[in-house]
């Protein structure tokens, strides 16, 4: 089956264009506003909709293609065979709701498990950053050049305060020695955002010990095409259909917190 991956891109870059300009216009409107897994998990009906503009284009367009959407709308999908587009229609929706800025919209899009294009837009700013895998990361118009490796002691890392807190997925222990040894830490509530961070050097490393694919699918394309290293807090390969933890960051900077301050994934 021949894939145009230049034809999906041109489609996936207008369609999340379109949707960036309805979620925009969406601003003055009333929001209908419901929580999903606990309090702070909100999902708004500017989401749904997103996602189900996203699932009908698809579907006109490619219906071959398979979508895997977090508001629960596209298909029940259990191997990454043929085209998938994993779509995260507001990334932030936190940020979205009480403040109308910090998110994104976030796609990626894999064949047969590989990703091969990868869209994050920050609609507020009309930043589109973009990949085709093989020819560069783009925000915009203009290209991103490749990371160059940093040291911690230079290095700023976003990382939610939660993780160095008593919490139930890691020992608050466990990051905290990284904290004290980086130049900063950030948090911007919004995983695509944060991934953008680390592709155009605005951060060094990003850390969280949960994201799902929608949230990670995009960027990770973007960081390994510049260079860097993206794989779970024990080094791992991330798994496209399940949650992950998560660490993206420049080349070097990885093997060395690994190493240093996540005890290669013994922990």
Same mark, same amino acid.
């Given at each position: 089956?021949?894939?145009?991956?230049?034809?999906?891109?041109?489609?996936?870059?207008?369609? %999340? *264009?379109?949707? +960036?300009?309805?979620?925009? &216009?969406?601003?003055?409107?009333? #929001?209908?506003?419901?929580?999903? =897994?606990?309090?702070?998990?909100?999902?708004?009906?500017?989401?749904?909709?997103?996602?189900?503009?996203?699932?009908?284009?698809?579907?006109?367009?490619?219906?071959?293609?398979?979508?895997?959407?977090?508001?629960?709308?596209?298909?029940?999908?259990?191997?990454?065979?043929?085209?998938?587009?994993?779509?995260?229609?507001?990334?932030?929706?936190?940020?979205?709701?009480?403040?109308?800025?910090?998110?994104?919209?976030?796609?990626?899009?894999?064949?047969n498990g590989e990703g091969r294009i990868g869209l994050i837009y920050?609609?507020?700013?009309?930043?589109?950053?973009?990949? %085709? *895998?093989?020819? +560069?990361?783009?925000?915009? &118009?203009?290209?991103?050049?490749? #990371?160059?490796?940093?040291?911690? =002691?230079?290095?700023?890392?976003?990382?939610?305060?939660?993780?160095?807190?008593?919490?139930?997925r890691l020992p608050p222990q466990l990051l905290a020695p990284l904290?004290?040894?980086?130049?900063?830490?950030?948090?911007?509530?919004?995983?695509?955002?944060?991934?953008?961070?680390?592709?155009?050097?605005?951060?060094?490393?990003?850390?969280?010990?949960?994201?799902?694919?929608?949230?990670?699918?995009?960027?990770?394309?973007?960081?390994?095409?510049?260079?860097?290293?993206?794989?779970?807090?024990?080094?791992?390969?991330?798994?496209?259909?399940?949650?992950?933890?998560?660490?993206?960051?420049?080349? +070097?900077?990885?093997?060395?917190?690994?190493?240093?301050?996540?005890?290669?994934?013994?922990?």
């Amino acid at each position: 089956m021949h894939i145009d991956l230049h034809e999906i891109d041109t489609y996936a870059k207008r369609w %999340i *264009k379109e949707a +960036g300009q309805r979620i925009r &216009d969406s601003f003055p409107k009333t #929001l209908n506003v419901t929580t999903k =897994s606990n309090p702070n998990d909100l999902v708004t009906n500017i989401d749904q909709e997103t996602e189900q503009f996203f699932i009908n284009k698809i579907n006109e367009t490619f219906p071959d293609h398979q979508i895997l959407g977090e508001e629960g709308y596209g298909d029940t999908i259990s191997k990454l065979s043929g085209v998938v587009w994993i779509i995260d229609p507001i990334d932030g929706t936190m940020n979205f709701v009480h403040q109308q800025r910090n998110f994104a919209i976030s796609i990626g899009i894999y064949v047969n498990g590989e990703g091969r294009i990868g869209l994050i837009y920050d609609v507020v700013h009309d930043e589109l950053y973009h990949v %085709i *895998k093989g020819n +560069g990361v783009f925000l915009n &118009d203009e290209q991103i050049p490749d #990371l160059e490796e940093r040291s911690v =002691s230079e290095s700023i890392i976003a990382l939610n305060a939660t993780w160095v807190t008593e919490n139930r997925r890691l020992p608050p222990q466990l990051l905290a020695p990284l904290v004290k040894a980086a130049r900063g830490t950030r948090s911007y509530g919004s995983a695509a955002l944060e991934m953008v961070y680390v592709a155009t050097g605005r951060i060094d490393a990003y850390i969280t010990p949960r994201l799902a694919p929608w949230d990670f699918a995009a960027g990770i394309i973007m960081i390994e095409e510049l260079g860097g290293v993206a794989t779970n807090l024990r080094g791992q390969q991330l798994d496209l259909l399940k949650e992950n933890s998560v660490f993206v960051s420049k080349p +070097g900077l990885h093997a060395d917190i690994m190493q240093n301050f996540l005890g290669n994934g013994k922990w």
